[in-house]
């Protein structure tokens, strides 16, 4: 079983649409969670950091379930400049875990 | 403040050729970690070294590959006698302080490897 798991996609949505995708990971003492971003397998950047309590940044929502070992990212109001893979990312100790991403593109 | 350079950016070499992937980072950090990207899949962790120590290789194939960080002059990622199958993206990424829960790695552009 992989490490960390997601929806590959491709999610095709229009401008000012909402999108809604989700990873899992299978070690439970994993400590911290990441979405990262990566354009035409660029180097990963950092978008925001989950948190237990689910956390927001402008039109990027974040969730974590530590129960089930799921973590979400919500993209409201979609712009052209969203479509990338989104890289769930997550940490034991110093090692990042990514799953293979999932690729959103926002069409005009 | 410059990021993460890593250097050459496209690599091509045939096979049994050696291969060197040097990785500078950012201004005041001492942890660099490396990375390996094959096609349609994730990241996946090969190394974490500090200056001058290696502290988890863990990621590394066993043989062929080495790498180190030494006291001056940027990390080194060292691939012997490649074969095709080495053909990926190799990320490095650095770090100020020592690895916590949420102290950020920042990656570098990549080097993307050919093996003909």
């Known amino acids: 079983r992989k490490e960390v798991e997601q929806d590959p996609g491709p999610f095709n949505v229009p401008e000012g649409a909402t999108v809604a995708f989700n990873c899992t990971y299978s070690n439970s003492a994993s400590q911290s969670f990441f979405w990262y971003r990566q354009d035409c397998r660029k180097e990963p950047k950092l978008l925001m950091s989950?948190?237990?309590s689910g956390n927001e940044d402008g039109r990027f929502t974040a969730q974590l379930n530590r129960a089930s070992q799921y973590i979400s990212l919500l993209i409201r109001d979609s712009k052209l400049s969203d479509s990338a893979t989104y890289l769930c990312?997550?940490?034991?100790?110093?090692?990042?875990?990514f799953g293979a991403g999932t690729t959103v593109t926002v069409r005009a | 403040n410059a990021g993460v350079m890593q250097n050459p950016r496209h690599l091509v070499r045939r096979r049994g050729q050696e291969a060197r992937l040097r990785c500078s980072p950012m201004?005041?950090?001492?942890?660099v970690y490396w990375y390996r990207q094959l096609p349609e899949e994730g990241l996946k962790f090969m190394v974490y070294?500090?200056?001058?120590?290696?502290?988890?290789e863990s990621g590394m194939p066993k043989e062929r590959f080495s790498a180190e960080f030494p006291k001056e002059g940027p990390s080194i990622l060292r691939i012997q006698q490649v074969v095709r199958g080495d053909s990926a993206a190799y990320f490095c990424?650095?770090?100020?302080?020592?690895?916590?829960?949420?102290?950020?790695?920042?990656f570098g552009p990549g080097t993307r490897l050919t093996v003909l």
């Open positions: 989950v948190y237990s």
């Open positions: 990312v997550v940490n034991n100790d110093y090692k990042l875990s």
């Open positions: 201004k005041g950090h001492s942890h």
């Open positions: 990424a650095s770090s100020l302080d020592s690895p916590g829960t949420y102290n950020e790695q920042f």
């Open positions: 070294l500090q200056k001058e120590n290696i502290i988890d």
